[in-house]
């Protein structure tokens, strides 16, 4: 007969196991959950996005999606290559208005500087369309549908742009995603970027599910 000190220690190891092994199992099930959003999400946009700016169809209006800018205003490198893509698009006559839509509150207002770059590169004030309320990707869809946007080509760097047309699509919007050129960034900051996206995405799913799309 073993002593009572031997088999309580058996037992706690027996729970430990238990444990350990529903944590694995739940490790598991999120993570293949998390890879499944990921591919339903990429699956579903991948025909609504063209290659460049020569492929991009003719829409009445271009959303650029904000970015970080500067204590000046001035734009990031990642949103100076997004207002650069749709600078492009303008004139090439592929839209005729450029929607800047960004965060704005208090000193900070990414749309004033996303404006303020496209009127110095020449487009006209009024063809520039200021929106900030777009805090987030989803918001500035559930702006863009309430402004009775039903058809536009959205400007975003490529690993955003599934994200960004999911969110157009559930708000009623035939979007068209033109890629920006992303910023050259090290392997780790890379590997920042591509986790958060990913759990962006497989948010961006049952967001869509339980709330659909709203500005809040």
Known sequence: MKP??????ERGVGRLWRWAKRLLIAAVAVAAAVAGANAYVIA??????????????????AVVLGNRVL???????????????????????????????????????EPAGMAAWLVSQGVPAADVVKDPGGHRTAATMADMAALGKRSILVVTQGYHLPRSLYFARHAGIDAIGVPAPSQRRGA???FKVYMREIVARAESVLEVAFRGVRGG
């Open 71 to 109: 204590p000046d205003g001035t734009p990031s490198d990642e949103l100076a290559a997004r207002l650069g893509t749709a600078l492009a698009l303008y004139r090439a006559g592929r839209t005729g208005k450029l929607i800047v839509s960004g965060r704005a509150a208090d000193d900070y207002d």
């Open 44 to 61: 579903t946009t991948r025909a609504a996005t063209v290659a460049d700016v020569a492929a991009a169809p003719v829409r009445p209006d």
């Open 4 to 9: 009572t000190g031997v088999r309580d220690s």
């Open 188 to 190: 780790y900051d890379s």
